[in-house]
T-cell receptor, first 115, second 113 residues
Framework: KAGVTQTPRYLIKTRGQQVTLSCSPI?????VSWYQQTPGQGLQFLFE???????NKGNFPGRFSGRQFSNSRSEMNVSTLELGDSALYLC??????????????FGPGTRLTVT | ELKVEQNPLFLSMQEGKNYTIYCNYS?????LYWYRQDPGKSLESLFV?????AVKQEGRLMASLDTKARLSTLHITAAVHDLSATYFC?????????????FGKGTHLIIQP
């Protein structure tokens, strides 16, 4: 079974630009969560989508948004980029919430650098 | 607000020694995760602990959970160099299922020959 895939793997953007990152979960998984990892703040939860609906959201400004498509693929968007948005963005997929699968499988991440 | 504290944050040890990483969390949770991260890489799942008294072992690593004390431990037995990595514990929110995880700051483990 293929793992979680994220594209692109590396990205360099300029302050003020916007960026879209993509995540394809493991086949059959309907939940996708996004996390930001920085040296200063560590790993922080951004949001979680299940069946195209945002179920949970972390404490991030509205510049961070996401969506999920009917095939469970998810995108996150960051508008008006700031230097502090430079980070490794990880997505994780997991099985149906109503099932017994609590495991979260992480993708390889997208390394975003804002200059 | 759920808070997760790991200690120590840095650990340098010799091969063959045993050591324990501690993970305390502040509110009730039904899920405790341990992950490993190598430099420049993503997170690799090690253990998911779902109930009080749960103990899981894989090779030289053993994790346990005490929900009453809100404490999980990751014990390393007879450490080898390949176990050098950063280890994170993470706690699931009270909503159950696949809620967002709250991570500890990580334990940077260096195992020297």
């Amino acid at each position: 079974k293929a793992g979680v895939t994220q594209t692109p793997r590396y990205l360099i953007k300029t302050r003020g630009q916007q960026v879209t990152l993509s995540c394809s979960p493991i086949s059959g998984h309907r939940s996708v969560s996004w996390y930001q990892q920085t040296p200063g703040q560590g790993l922080q939860f951004l949001f979680e989508y299940f069946s195209e609906t945002q179920r949970n959201k972390g404490n991030f400004p509205g510049r961070f948004s996401g969506r999920q498509f009917s095939n469970s693929r998810s995108e996150m968007n960051v508008s008006t980029l700031e230097l502090g948005d430079s980070a490794l963005y990880l997505c994780a997929s997991s099985g149906d919430r109503s099932g017994s699968s609590y495991e979260q499988y992480f993708g390889p991440g997208t390394r975003l650098t804002v200059t | 607000e759920l808070k997760v504290e790991q200690n120590p944050l840095f650990l340098s040890m010799q091969e063959g020694k045993n050591y324990t990483i501690y993970c305390n969390y502040s509110t009730t949770s039904d899920r405790l995760y341990w992950y490993r991260q190598d430099p420049g890489k993503s997170l690799e799942s090690l253990f998911v602990l779902l109930s009080n008294g749960a103990v899981k072992q894989e090779g030289r690593l053993m994790a346990s959970l005490d929900t009453k004390a809100r404490l999980s431990t990751l014990h390393i037995t007879a450490a080898v160099h390949d176990l050098s990595a950063t280890y994170f514990c993470a706690v699931g929110g009270p909503g159950g299922g696949a809620d967002g995880l709250t991570f500890g700051k990580g334990t940077h483990l260096i195992i020297q020959p």
